[in-house]
């Protein structure tokens, strides 16, 4: 993505434009900085390809309506490893546990799930979803949905 497209899109959203995705298609498709700036995340890995591990809505943010009724998810997917913003509304999160050739020495957690208010645009990710199996889950499936009419209003 271009300097330009990149501010094209943020004004967009900064004018009341959503902007939702899932997975790479958001948080690893463009390495400009505006665009990451934009979105409040950066995939930069995902240690241990496909492994079982476990999505937990915070419990804090229970009641927003993209998670609501949702409290953990069992998966077999990739985890991202993010760089992320800090004033994102995080919603969900997943924990890496140490691992015996991991590089952290204590279990670290991640954010998975996040919405965040750009101008009047709203902006939701989820780093959920590497293939179509991963919609099947019905919870994944939902606050995949909810997400995208959250941030479409």
């Known amino acids: 993505m271009s300097a330009e497209r990149a501010a094209n899109l943020d004004d967009a959203v900064r004018a009341g ?35 079982p591990h476990t999505m ?6 229970a009641d927003h309506p993209i998670v609501t009724g949702i409290s953990t998810v069992d998966l077999c997917t ?6 992320a913003d800090p004033l994102n509304d995080v919603l969900a999160t997943i924990t890496f546990p140490v691992e015996p050739d991991g590089p952290w020495q204590e279990p670290v957690t991640h954010p998975a799930v996040w919405t965040r208010q750009w101008g009047a645009g709203r902006i939701f990710v989820s ?3 590497h293939h179509l199996p991963d919609l099947d889950i019905p919870e994944i499936r939902q606050l995949t949905e909810r997400g995208l009419t959250w941030a479409a209003r």
Request: proline share 4%.
């Open 17 to 51: 434009t959503g902007l939702a995705g899932w997975h790479g298609g958001i948080v690893a498709a463009f390495a400009e900085r505006r665009y990451q700036w934009l979105t409040g995340g950066w995939f930069t890995c995902h240690p241990g390809n496909f492994v």
């Open 127 to 129: 780093t959920v979803g």
């Open 78 to 83: 990739e985890r991202y490893w993010m760089l």
């Open 56 to 61: 937990t809505v915070r419990p804090e943010r």
